[in-house]
């Protein structure tokens, strides 16, 4: 856009005021811009448009109810919800190519600018872990080549701290790289993080609740 080589700072003042004034955008767009043309003006509103639905979405994503962490989204609520015994979830670190596996099949659900750890803490308040597998939570396997150079992946040891206060005392399966990919195309969804720490993404499989317990929350 040319408008941005020209003038970054009158036009980040201009998004700043998009933000609480809805007058006329090609009106707003002459007088920040003197020097804008038709083809930045059209850049200009449709930029306008992207700020003001991305502020509806980040405000209706977000979930204030009593016991329910507010990290978690109506979505991810809904998925966890609606996801059986032995069903898969994927949190993906943010390098995971989750559109092009969700092609295949899983729902993908955004969670842009939250870490796995910060996530994992709440999904693991509300989704029980399969106790009929050895191992109900899964990372990708290091290669070859960051095995070698003895890579360290801390965080892991986040994960394993968090599983275990929610009462799982089984290890970390790891898997390779590829079959991870193949694996988590028959997953139930995948969440896309902003996880930028390496070797990030993890699988949980959804276990079940006791009758017992049911009944439990409900008297």
């Not at 809805?22 to 083809?39: E, I």
């Not at 448009?49 to 994503?61: C, K, P, R």
Request: aromatic letters at 10%.
């Amino acid at each position: 856009m040319k408008v941005f080589d020209r003038n970054k700072k009158l036009f980040f003042k201009f998004v700043k005021e998009t933000r609480s004034d809805q007058s006329n955008t090609a009106t707003r767009s002459r007088d920040t811009f003197p020097c804008v043309n038709k083809d930045d003006e059209d850049h200009l509103t449709l930029l306008k448009y992207i700020f003001q639905e991305t502020e509806t979405i980040t405000a209706a994503s977000m979930v204030v109810l009593k016991g329910i962490p507010s990290v978690l989204s109506p979505e991810l609520l809904y998925t966890l919800a609606k996801m059986g015994h032995g069903d898969e979830l994927v949190l993906a670190d943010a390098n995971f190519p989750a559109s092009s596996i969700c092609a295949c099949g899983p729902k993908e659900i955004r969670a842009d600018g939250l870490s796995i750890p910060q996530l994992l803490e709440a999904i693991l308040k509300l989704l029980p872990l399969d106790t009929y597998v050895s191992c109900p939570a899964a990372v990708m396997d290091l290669v070859d080549s960051d095995k070698q150079r003895g890579l360290a992946v801390p965080v892991w040891d986040a994960y394993k701290h968090l599983l275990y206060q929610a009462g799982s005392q089984s290890h970390l399966e790891t898997v390779e790289r590829f079959a991870f990919y193949e694996r988590a195309k028959k997953a139930y969804a995948i969440v896309a993080t902003g996880e930028t720490a390496l070797y990030g993404n993890l699988i949980l499989k959804k276990g079940v609740i006791p009758a017992e317990q049911l009944q439990g929350q409900w008297w």
